[in-house]
């Protein structure tokens, strides 16, 4: 199919009536607008890392007593890496489903600070695959919600900037993060990241916005934003889909609306693994 007429198919696809993929009200888009207001409340978070905080504290005591170099100067998330959000992104990334990226993008942009932080930016960089991980999925997740964020963005009359595809490269085949500790993840992804030598030459000078769908100990991003600064990017900072609840935190998030919707209505949206793959 010619590209005009895909990109038009998929103009009038969307806008096609369906299933809330969440609680199954019809006529819906993906998640309808009563499970985002359910399950998507403001939560206070550090802006360093988006960890949950307490209210009127901008930033967490990790953040505060990290004595560490960091790469990434503020960090935005939309949602926490809890139902029905985590069984989304597997969706996104384990079974063949990228649409996905659209309805993460459009949570994002609903997020004030998402907004201000894309607005304030020169260029979106899509936190890269390893060649093997991208050859097994068929498509980088990171990429997906990447330009979608400048897709809607422009449908709303938002200022978002281009995305790079190919600014970052991630080297090797390190071993899958999720199977790693704390302490391990951060060494598993030491030089790891690396600005393309001809792609990247837009990141000098630049104020950059890293984007991915979940964020967990921060290293993924730290690292990758220690490359782009090293390349000469001005800032660093990171637009990210889900932040997973640290162990043993002991912030609680505030009181969503208690989840009545039906056991076999629930079990339409397979269930996702506890910590998510790179």
């Known amino acids: 199919m010619p ?40 939560q206070p978070r550090c802006q360093g890392c988006a960890r949950l905080t307490g209210v009127h504290q901008p930033w967490c005591d990790e953040c505060l007593a990290d004595q560490t170099p960091r790469g990434l100067t503020h960090c935005a998330v939309a949602v926490d890496y809890a139902y ?49 991980r991208l050859a097994e999925r068929g498509y ?35 071993p899958d993060q999720h199977t790693l500790s704390r302490e391990e993840r951060w060494q598993n992804l030491c030089d790891a990241f690396q600005v393309h030598p001809v792609h990247g030459r837009d990141v000098h000078g630049q104020r950059i916005v890293l984007v ?26 990171g637009v990210v889909f889900a932040r997973t609840a640290d162990p043993g935190s002991t912030v609680a998030p505030l009181q969503q609306t208690p989840d009545r919707t039906p056991r076999h209505l629930r079990d339409m949206v397979h269930e996702a693994p506890e910590t998510p793959k790179r």
């Open 212 to 237: 991915d769908d979940v964020i967990t100990t921060g290293a993924t991003l730290q690292m990758a934003a220690l490359a782009l600064r090293k390349a000469g990017a001005l800032d660093v900072d």
């Open 3 to 42: 590209v005009s007429l895909l990109s038009l198919w998929h103009a009038w696809s969307a806008r096609w009536p369906g299933l809330c993929q969440v609680c199954a009200r019809w006529p819906s888009e993906p998640v309808c607008q009563a499970c985002v207001q359910r399950f998507c409340l403001p």
């Open 84 to 132: 029905p959000w985590n069984q989304l992104v597997a969706r996104l990334k384990f079974r063949g489903e990228p649409a996905w990226a659209h309805s993460m993008a459009r949570l994002l942009l609903d997020q004030p600070e998402v907004r201000t932080l894309l607005a304030e930016a020169d260029l979106i960089v899509p936190v890269p695959l390893t060649t093997r």
């Open 140 to 174: 980088n997740q990171a990429w997906q919600i990447a330009r979608s964020l400048r897709r809607l963005g422009r449908q709303r009359g938002l200022a978002v900037p281009r995305p790079a595809a190919q600014a970052l490269v991630r080297h090797g085949s390190t």
